[in-house]
C-alpha cells in the first residue's frame, strides 16, 4: 500500500515507518522537521506543521497525502504545553485529505478518551470507577483534546478508525496484545508503542473498522 505517516519522529510515528517499510509499503513520512526523518528504504520525507495554517504547509501537507492507500497519524498531545495540537492539527490533516480526495485515516486516541455518556463495556470495575477517572482528571485537558479530535474525525466524512491505548511503553514489537471494536480491552493497562503501530497498520487494511473506535492491550 501506499502509507503517509503523520508525526513521523514521535514514538508511534517512528515504528509506523520502520514496520510499514519492513512489510513493503510505499512510505511518505511527515514530521514538522524532516531532517529527524530516517532515509530507510525508500521512505519520502515531507516537512509539513499542521500547526501552521499557512498556504505553503498546506501544499507540502496535501501532496503528503494525495494517492494515498492510507493516512496513519501519531499525532497527539505529549505534555500540557502540546493541549490543542490533536484536534488543531487532524482538523488541518482532515481537510489536507479532503482537498485531494484521501479516504482513508487512523489516528491515535487514548483508552481514557470516551464521547458519549455511556460506560464503557470493557473497562472493569477498577478501570471505571477508579484508574481512569484519576487518570482524566489529572490529564483533563489531554484527553478533552482528543476527545474534539474524534468529533471532528466523525463530522468528516473520512473512512476514519481511533485506535485507544491504554499506557504506553517503549516495549519490543510483541504482536501478543488483544483489540476490541468500540470498546477497551478488559484488564489491558498497557501496551507497547511498537504495537499500537502493527495494531494501526493492520487496521489500516481493514475496512470493517470505518467509523469506530479500536481499543487495545495486553
Given at each position: 500500500?501506499?502509507?503517509?505517516?503523520?508525526?513521523?519522529?514521535?514514538?508511534?510515528?517512528?515504528?509506523?515507518?520502520?514496520q510499514?517499510?519492513?512489510?513493503?509499503?510505499?512510505?511518505?513520512?511527515?514530521?514538522?522537521?524532516?531532517?529527524?526523518?530516517?532515509?530507510?528504504?525508500s521512505?519520502?520525507?515531507?516537512?509539513?506543521?499542521?500547526?501552521?495554517?499557512?498556504?505553503?504547509?498546506?501544499?507540502?501537507?496535501?501532496?503528503?497525502?494525495?494517492?494515498?492507500?492510507?493516512?496513519?497519524?501519531?499525532?497527539?498531545?505529549?505534555?500540557?504545553?502540546?493541549?490543542?495540537?490533536?484536534?488543531?492539527?487532524?482538523?488541518?490533516?482532515?481537510?489536507?485529505m479532503?482537498?485531494?480526495?484521501?479516504?482513508?485515516?487512523?489516528?491515535?486516541?487514548?483508552?481514557?478518551?470516551?464521547?458519549?455518556?455511556?460506560?464503557?463495556?470493557?473497562?472493569?470495575?477498577?478501570?471505571?470507577?477508579?484508574?481512569?477517572?484519576?487518570?482524566?482528571?489529572?490529564?483533563?485537558?489531554?484527553?478533552?483534546d482528543?476527545?474534539?479530535?474524534?468529533?471532528?474525525?466523525?463530522?468528516?466524512?473520512?473512512?476514519?478508525?481511533a485506535?485507544?491505548?491504554?499506557?504506553?511503553?517503549?516495549?519490543?514489537?510483541?504482536?501478543r496484545?488483544?483489540?476490541?471494536?468500540?470498546?477497551?480491552?478488559?484488564?489491558?493497562?498497557?501496551?507497547?508503542?511498537a504495537d499500537?503501530?502493527?495494531?494501526?497498520?493492520?487496521?489500516?487494511?481493514?475496512?470493517?473498522?470505518?467509523?469506530?473506535?479500536?481499543?487495545?492491550?495486553?
Open positions: 500500500m501506499k502509507l503517509t505517516v503523520i508525526s513521523a519522529t514521535g514514538g508511534i510515528g517512528r515504528a509506523l515507518v520502520e510499514a517499510v519492513a512489510a513493503g509499503h510505499d512510505v511518505t513520512a511527515v514530521a514538522r522537521n524532516a531532517d529527524r526523518i530516517g532515509s530507510e528504504g521512505v519520502r520525507a515531507v516537512q509539513a506543521d499542521l500547526a501552521d495554517p499557512s498556504p505553503t504547509a498546506s501544499a507540502a501537507l496535501s501532496s503528503a497525502v494525495a494517492g494515498s492507500d492510507a493516512v496513519l497519524s501519531g499525532l497527539g498531545p505529549r505534555t500540557r504545553a502540546d493541549v490543542g495540537i490533536a484536534e488543531q492539527g487532524t482538523r488541518t490533516l482532515i481537510r489536507a479532503q482537498a485531494v480526495d484521501a479516504r482513508r485515516l487512523v489516528v491515535v486516541s487514548a483508552a481514557p478518551v470516551s464521547t458519549t455518556s455511556a460506560p464503557d463495556p470493557g473497562n472493569g470495575f477498577w478501570a471505571r470507577h477508579l484508574l481512569y477517572p484519576v487518570i482524566g482528571r489529572a490529564l483533563r485537558g489531554n484527553y478533552a482528543l476527545a474534539e479530535m474524534e468529533r471532528a474525525l466523525a463530522a468528516s466524512g473520512l473512512q476514519w478508525t485506535v485507544r491505548p491504554p499506557r504506553l511503553t517503549d516495549g519490543p514489537l510483541t504482536r496484545y488483544r483489540s476490541a471494536l468500540d470498546q477497551n480491552v478488559r484488564g489491558g493497562l498497557s501496551i507497547s508503542r499500537v503501530a502493527h495494531l494501526m497498520l493492520d487496521v489500516a487494511g481493514r475496512p470493517e473498522t470505518a467509523g469506530h473506535t479500536v481499543g487495545c492491550g495486553y
